[in-house]
């Protein structure tokens, strides 16, 4: 199963994926360059910045 699958169906079936949750889960250390993939296949994907509880900045990446 390639990185793009795996990222696809999680995003499918989770709803968002972040760069931790891409390395933990699926071993996938490029999350951006998956993310760039998949849109150029043409799945729509939204980028959101966020913050964690200690103010270190990270993306999620969903489905729009």
Known sequence: ????????H????VGSISFMEAWNIYNVRSLPRRIADLREQ????KTEKR???????????SLA
């Open 51 to 61: 913050k964690d509880n200690t103010g270190q900045r990270y993306v999620r990446y």
């Open 10 to 13: 999680h995003l499918r079936n």
């Open 42 to 45: 043409g799945h729509e994907i």
């Open 1 to 8: 199963m390639s990185q793009n699958f795996k990222i696809l």
